[in-house]
Structure formats: C-alpha cells, structure tokens
C-alpha cells in the first residue's frame, strides 16, 4: 500500500504562484509514475500532469503548459507541482496519485493510489 499526503495549498491572487507538494509513504515508488489531478465544483476530475520514475518524460494538460512544472525526488518519495501565472479557472482541489507502472497516464481510471487533496482558490 502506498498513502499519499499533498501540502501547498491555499489562497492566491490570480498571477501568483504555489507549490504543492505530494509525499508518500508505505513503500518505495521505484518504477512507477505519477501524476497530478484537479477537480473543481460540479466537474469530475481531470488530468493536470505526470511524470515517469525517472522524470525524463513528462506531460501536461494544454491549459497550463509554460505555467505548471512537474517534478520529484525519488530520494524522499515526493512529487511537486510548481504552479505559476495561477487564473481563477484553475481554482480546485489538487490530488497526486500513483500509477503503478513506469509509463504515463492522463487517465483518472489508471491510477492506483489517490491522496485526499489540498484546496488551490485562486482569485481574481
């Protein structure tokens, strides 16, 4: 098993910036990627970016590409999310999760482990 615990979030005017983090714990993350989700009022869940366990690959959802960065450190099992030029639109809960295979995905259905999610409110 594999517990996820994300930080970073909270209040930020729109053009700001945040960054979340995403530990985990219960066993090493060797081989297997992950991912940051989000998911707004009323709307289901959606892909944001991922990363491969080497971090040699990644992949972002269009709407915030040039402005989210994606990385981790395999040495303390965390993955981060660096969120700059923040927009009101990108205001939701953000969830990390972990995909048990070393390739990525951008669906919700192919994760296998889910944090509880951290608040990102964005205002404009």
């Known amino acids: 098993q594999v517990q996820l615990v994300e930080s970073g979030g909270g209040l930020v005017q729109a053009g700001g910036s945040l960054r979340l983090s995403c530990a985990a714990s219960?066993?090493?993350?060797?081989?297997?990627?992950m991912g940051w989700f989000r998911q707004a009022p009323g709307k289901q869940r959606e892909f944001v970016a991922a990363?491969?366990?080497?971090?040699?690959?990644?992949l972002y959802k269009d709407s915030v590409k040039g402005r989210f960065t994606i990385s981790r450190d395999n040495a303390k099992n965390t993955v981060y999310l660096q969120m700059n030029g923040l927009k009101p639109e990108d205001t939701a809960v953000y969830y990390c999760?972990?995909?048990?295979?070393?390739?990525?995905?951008?669906?919700?259905?192919?994760?296998?482990?889910w944090g509880q999610g951290t608040q990102v409110t964005v205002s404009s």
């Open positions: 990363i491969t366990w080497s971090g040699g690959s990644t």
């Open positions: 219960g066993r090493t993350l060797s081989w297997y990627s």
């Open positions: 999760a972990v995909r048990k295979m070393p390739t990525i995905s951008t669906l919700v259905s192919e994760y296998d482990y």
